[in-house]
């Protein structure tokens, strides 16, 4: 069987996008296709996170694919090709690198940072911290973007001298948020839900958690236990709407501590 190359998918995103090539294809323009580029970025996560090797080369693949096809959809527009997306990335990957291409040093990964960082302010003519801060992307999901800003908020040393102030800062928007719920004033609840989300990140940001697949780590474990309990409540004759919360409540407990490896009430 041929093995196909990367001259080969060019080749066969060209054909797609022909005027005798696949109608679906030939429809999609830059907007329509960005849905599909964050799917297939959270494919690869999912890959990465199953630790599944096959499934990470194919998400890779599919991955790859939206980079050319926006590519293709450039190239046909006059503005640019694949070539030049490979060129552009080689130049910067050089650029930001001048501790290995180049004349300056660093012996430590936060030396590469610091010097990584230095350079995209001087390419992207950032000459302030606000400026830098404004660059961040605003169509990250928001707890990736407000991580992302802090850091480069600290970069400058405005941040906290260590955890124990951000957590802090955490209880005291807890208590603002309180406060604002029992106003009922809901524009006022959603200001404080968004501060304590950013007080949350902060304190992630502090202990090197990426808040956005921690929560998504969460997401996942809560959709497994709640279908231990319901598959529990199946076997029992019952259905949830049929229980009482803490009688879902036991079965949600019971799994987790399964899920501990801990002996059940009333074993050894």
């Given at each position: 069987?041929?093995?196909?190359?990367?001259?080969?998918?060019l080749d066969i995103?060209?054909k797609?996008?022909?005027?005798g090539g696949?109608?679906?294809?030939?429809?999609?323009d830059?907007?329509?296709?960005?849905r599909?580029?964050i799917?297939?970025?959270y494919?690869?996560?999912?890959?990465?996170?199953?630790e599944?090797p096959?499934k990470l080369?194919?998400e890779?693949?599919?991955?790859?694919l939206?980079v050319?096809?926006?590519?293709?959809?450039?190239?046909?527009?006059?503005?640019?090709?694949?070539?030049d997306?490979?060129?552009?990335?080689s130049?910067k990957?050089?650029?930001?690198?001048r501790?290995?291409?180049?004349?300056e040093?660093?012996?430590?990964?936060?030396?590469?940072?610091?010097i990584?960082?230095?350079i995209?302010?001087e390419?992207k003519?950032q000459?302030?911290?606000?400026k830098v801060?404004?660059?961040?992307?605003a169509?990250?999901?928001a707890?990736m973007?407000?991580?992302?800003?802090?850091e480069k908020?600290?970069?400058?040393?405005f941040?906290?001298?260590?955890?124990?102030?951000?957590?802090?800062?955490?209880e005291?928007e807890?208590?603002?948020?309180?406060?604002?719920?029992?106003?009922?004033?809901?524009?006022?609840?959603e200001e404080?839900?968004?501060?304590l989300?950013?007080?949350?990140?902060?304190?992630?940001?502090?202990?090197?958690v990426?808040p956005?697949?921690?929560?998504?780590?969460?997401?996942?474990?809560f959709i497994?236990?709640?279908e231990?309990?319901?598959?529990?409540?199946?076997?029992?004759?019952?259905?949830l709407?049929?229980?009482t919360?803490?009688?879902?409540?036991?079965?949600?407990?019971?799994c987790?501590?399964?899920e501990?490896?801990?002996a059940?009430?009333g074993?050894?």
């Amino acid at each position: 069987m041929k093995k196909y190359t990367y001259k080969d998918l060019l080749d066969i995103m060209a054909k797609l996008r022909s005027p005798g090539g696949c109608p679906w294809d030939r429809e999609q323009d830059h907007k329509s296709l960005k849905r599909y580029l964050i799917e297939e970025a959270y494919e690869v996560l999912e890959a990465i996170d199953e630790e599944n090797p096959a499934k990470l080369c194919d998400e890779l693949g599919d991955l790859l694919l939206q980079v050319v096809f926006h590519a293709q959809i450039a190239r046909e527009n006059g503005q640019f090709d694949m070539e030049d997306v490979v060129h552009g990335v080689s130049s910067k990957m050089i650029n930001r690198h001048r501790h290995v291409f180049g004349e300056e040093e660093a012996e430590t990964p936060e030396d590469v940072i610091r010097i990584w960082e230095e350079i995209k302010k001087e390419e992207k003519g950032q000459e302030t911290q606000t400026k830098v801060l404004k660059g961040v992307p605003a169509n990250l999901p928001a707890l990736m973007r407000s991580y992302k800003v802090q850091e480069k908020a600290a970069q400058v040393g405005f941040d906290w001298d260590k955890a124990e102030d951000a957590f802090k800062k955490l209880e005291e928007e807890v208590q603002e948020l309180k406060k604002a719920c029992e106003s009922k004033d809901q524009a006022e609840i959603e200001e404080e839900m968004g501060d304590l989300l950013f007080a949350a990140v902060n304190v992630a940001r502090f202990y090197k958690v990426q808040p956005e697949l921690a929560l998504s780590a969460t997401v996942n474990k809560f959709i497994k236990r709640f279908e231990y309990v319901e598959n529990e409540s199946a076997k029992q004759g019952k259905k949830l709407q049929d229980m009482t919360l803490e009688e879902m409540d036991a079965l949600w407990d019971e799994c987790k501590r399964k899920e501990r490896g801990d002996a059940s009430p009333g074993e050894a």
